[in-house]
């Protein structure tokens, strides 16, 4: 894949006339006042600067007008915004609209509508029911999206699985910004109807066969990210010279923890938001079983449209690096007026009705003095049964990173007792501390929290950073997300890889992922044999695996390890799924002086490409030191 990228910079250093005063909604925060007109099948609501039409059944907005243009118009299906759910059968809303807020009762300052879903009854259909509300503010340059799922104890167990909202936007869209790396001008509509299928590859894989990219493979997962890390992704258009973005201002009803990965936006012009995926194996758990009362909120979240303010005779690559700092601002902006004050509903808690939780992180390894908790994530999530936080989808969860001396301050936390979890800075496993309660409108001081990652002896060598993901190594900077570089790491699976302490070099000579059933080997020299009774073992921390690992240590066979949560990352273009670890412990008398050797192969599933991303590998043992390779 062929990547055109930009620099980005300060709108404010382009051009003098392209500074962005962001307010939330965007614009100025004045204008028009909003009208709603009822048109039969649907409900027009229109503040002067965009307008939505809302269907009144399936609550899709089948028209988003900004500058005189429909931003959906062409798009797949005619365009639309809309939402779905995967199972038990793939569906969507089915109800009736009404007028929440009527904008000829409040001085024309805000409109709000409804489409309420409720259960069929069907065993066909999920059991929940589903409300979709639609705001428009004066002055705002975009919508307000919500929604609201509840299965009341009455209904049966539903298992939902995906659950998302999805725009077919218009095809004068042609440049796709989810982060610094997927900066990309997109291949055409006339482009994917002419790409061809991949033999060996998922269907998701096609291979272009015109335009400026023919002869490259494109992929949906190619744009996946971590959700924690963004707060908006979208699209450009470099002949109107406008934007389209997808704004997040609280990843608290988002399932899977801060490094839940998923689709952003893709070809054939969508912009997702996957409030609940399944994809690479997290947060897959939202089941609302049998008689259990379940209520969750998502949203509201702003769909915003911005126009690039520059000369006519600007470059397209100055206007997609405007409209994306400009949205990158704006979803700043929606943050800071979390949660909303002008979104009133018993199901949607306002501030005081939150609480705040801060602390500070400290970091004791007794291996490591240097160790520090600067950058680490800390979040709340409730127990949630005993379900890790990176597999739940029931619960709301609440993370910050921590700051340089490890302070930590999470705000707008609802009501609950949770569990206060962290992980990543350079350090080992999870922290994990039960019993944090958190009141409305208290602010709880936890005071010092101190996390002391387990080890069994001193660090011999280690190959990584425990970070929980693959990124570091060869090929996981920005490689892993291209089909090509999956197919050719496949094809040279058999060829295996020896890996030198001392003489290698991790970044360059560990692959981003291990593939089919060829060993990877470590070799080691010790200066002196350990002692009989001296402690040693092999801690692994995955990024992502489906297979069984086997350890062998000289030859000997010391363990096998599957992870509880297998999942296939590489072939969805990722760097991680879900995290998991082990130690193996050394039984005493394998480790001798001189050479030795760890080697690693996978036990495959029938029909299982094989494979596994490692986070960090780590050898301590008591008693020795290395040698010389």
Partial sequence: MKIIRVVLVAACMLASSICFANVPGGGSGNGPDVSLKDEGDSIVLDNGIVAIRINKTDASVRSFIYQGMNLFEGGHGGGRFYWSWNTPAYGGPHGTAMVTADPASNHGDYAEVKVHSPWSGKS???AMDVDIYYSLKRGTQGYYATAMLNHPATYPRADVGEWRSNAYISPIFDWLSVDALRQRKMPTLEDMVASVPVEGAPKEVTLLTSGIYAGQFECKYSYSADLGDLNVWGWSSTSKRVGIWMTIPSHEYYNGGPMKRELTGHMNHALLNMLNGSHYSQGTQLIMADGNVFKKTYGPFFVYANSYQGAASDSSSKV??????????????????WPYRWFKNADYVQESGRGTVSGTLKVSDGGNPAAIAAGAWIGLAPDDNGTDFQLQGRTYQFWVKTSADGRFNIPHVLPGVYHLWA??????????????????????????????????ADTLWEIGIPDRD????????????????FAKSRSESESGLTYTVGKSDWRKDWNYAQFGPTP??????????????????????????????????????????????????????????????????????????????????????????????????????????????
């Fill in 124 to 126: 066909a259909d999920a």
């Fill in 320 to 337: 997609v690096e405007s409209l994306w700092h400009d949205a990158q601002a704006q979803a700043v902006a929606e943050r800071s007026a």
């Fill in 423 to 456: 992980f990543g800075a350079g350090n080992i496993g999870t922290f994990k501390q039960a019993n944090i309660e958190v009141s409305a409108g208290k602010a709880l001081d936890v005071g010092t929290v101190l996390w002391t990652p387990p080890r069994v």
């Fill in 470 to 485: 693959s990124q570091e190594f060869h090929n996981g900077a920005f490689n892993y997300t291209q089909w090509a570089t």
């Fill in 520 to 629: 990877w080997t470590i070799k080691f020299s010790l200066a002196d044999k350990p002692a009989k009774d001296a402690p040693a073992s092999l801690y692994i921390a995955l990024a992502s695996s489906e297979s069984t690992l086997m350890v062998t240590v000289n030859g000997t066979q010391i363990g096998t390890y599957k992870t509880p949560h297998p999942a296939h990352a590489p072939i969805r273009l990722g760097s991680h799924g879900p995290f998991a670890e082990t130690r193996i412990a050394i039984p005493p008398g394998l480790l001798k002086r001189g050479t030795n050797t760890i080697a690693i192969s996978q036990v495959m599933g029938k029909g299982k490409t094989g494979t596994t991303q490692y986070d960090y590998l780590r050898l301590e043992a008591a008693g020795t030191r290395l040698a010389a390779p």
